[in-house]
C-alpha cells in the first residue's frame, strides 16, 4: 500500500486550512447578518412602543383644537412649537443634496390628554397617585453619550405630570418653594399661587388652569437652572409666557432659537425615566394645511416641506392639503387687526398673527390660547387700556362692539387644526439601519 508522500500531506493540510477559513467566514457573515437582523428588528419594536404611546396621547387630547378657549370650559390646551430646523434644509447644501442623517428634531409637542385604557401613574413624596388626566411634553435633546462621530443623534423624552386639581393637602413648603430633590418625587402639574395665609406655593393645576399659557409646563414656577452646585428657581416669565429654549449656532455660525428645553431646566435624577427613544435623527411635527398646493417640477410634482419647492407658492397647482411645517413660509407676524393670512401664503404656512400689539413669540406656535386674556384686567398689548376687547363699546369705530379687531390678544394661529403628522427616525449604529415611521392623527371630531 502505497503512503502519501510530505508534498501531498501539506497539499492536503493547506486545503482543509482553506476550507476551514472559508467556513469561519461563512459563520462571521452569518453571525453579522444575525446580528444586525436583531438588531433592526428591536429598533423597529422600540419605533413602534414609541408611536404607540405617542398616538394613545393624541386620541386622548382634551381640548378641541379650535383656539380661542375659555378656561371655564376646564378643557386643557394643545400647543406645537417648530423649531427653526427643516428636513429640506437639512437634505441640500451648495452642492445640491447630501447624504447628511441628520434632520427636524427641534420640534416640541405640549399637550394635556385623557388616558382611555386606565389612569396615568406617578410619584407624590412617598406615595403613587393616579390621574386619568396628564400634561404630557414630547421633545428631544442630545443624547449622553454620542457613539457616532460627526452625527449627533438625540434622545425622545416624553414628560409626564398628571392633572389633579385638588390633593388634599398643600403641594409645597409654606412660602418656598420644593428643593429639586423634592421635584423628583412629585410627578405633578403645578403653577406658582398666592394664598391667604400661607404665601407664595406651588399648587396642582386643573385643565382649566393649564388653558393659561402661564401655568404650562416649564413656565411659571416650575423651572431650574443648575449653575455649578447651585439651582435656582426662575421667576415667572411675563406675557406672552414663551416656552425657554436655547440659542445654538448652526453650522453657518448664525445663533438660532432652538425649540428645546435648556439642559438645566426640569432637571432631576429621574431624567431618564422620560426617554421613551434614544438615537433619534428626526422628529419632525406637521400641520394638515387644506390650502397647500403642489407645484411641477419638471415630471415630478413637489409638496410644501420637498427640497425644491418654492415658498411662498408660486401659484401652480390646485390646493389638494398636505402637511407642512407651520409656518415655514417665513415672514413676521402680523398684526391681529390687518390681513389674515397675508397675501401669497395660506394661514399655517405663515408665521401667523402678533398676540399683542407688536408682541409675538419667538418661534411659531400653534396654540389654543385662553380667552382670558381680553378679561384678566392686564394691558397685555401695552397701549394703556386693558380688556378693551370686552368693554361692550365700539373702540376703533367700526360699527360693531368688541369684534376681534379689538380684543387685546389674538392666537398666534386663529384657525382650527384639522390634523397632524409626526415622522420619528432612528438610527442603529450597530448595523447602521435607519427606520422611519410616520402617523396621522386628525382632531376632527
Partial sequence: MRAFTLTELLVASALALVVMGAVASLFVILGRSIRNSQATVELGARVRAAIWLLRQDLVGVTCRVEPPLAPDENAGYFELIEGPLRDASLALDAQGPTANLSADTDDILLFTTQSLAGPFMGRYGGATIESPFAEVAWFCRPCAKQPVEGLTLYDLHRRQLLVIAYLGQTSGTTNSLPTTADRATYD????????????????????????????????????????GTQTLSVAPQAFPFAFPVVSTPLSTGTAVMLARPEAGLDATARSWEDIVLTNVVAFDVRVFDPQARPQQAGEAWLLPGDPGYATPPAGSGT????????????????????????????????????????????????DTWSRHYEFNTVDEDGDGVADEGTKGVDVNADGYPDDLAQAETSPPYPVPLRGLEVRIRCYEPASKQVRQTTIRHSFQR
Fill in 188 to 227: 405633578l402639574s403645578l403653577r406658582r399661587a398666592t394664598l391667604d395665609g400661607l404665601g407664595t406655593m406651588l399648587v396642582p393645576n386643573s385643565l382649566g388652569d393649564l388653558t393659561k399659557r402661564e401655568h404650562r409646563f416649564l413656565r411659571d414656577g416650575y423651572s431650574f437652572v443648575t449653575t
Fill in 319 to 366: 390646493a389638494t392639503g398636505a402637511y407642512v411645517d407651520l409656518g415655514f413660509a417665513g415672514g413676521s407676524p402680523v398684526l391681529a387687526s390687518g390681513t389674515f393670512p397675508p397675501t401669497g401664503t395660506t394661514a399655517l404656512q405663515s408665521a401667523g398673527v402678533r398676540v399683542a400689539g407688536t408682541t409675538s413669540l419667538p418661534l411659531p406656535t400653534y
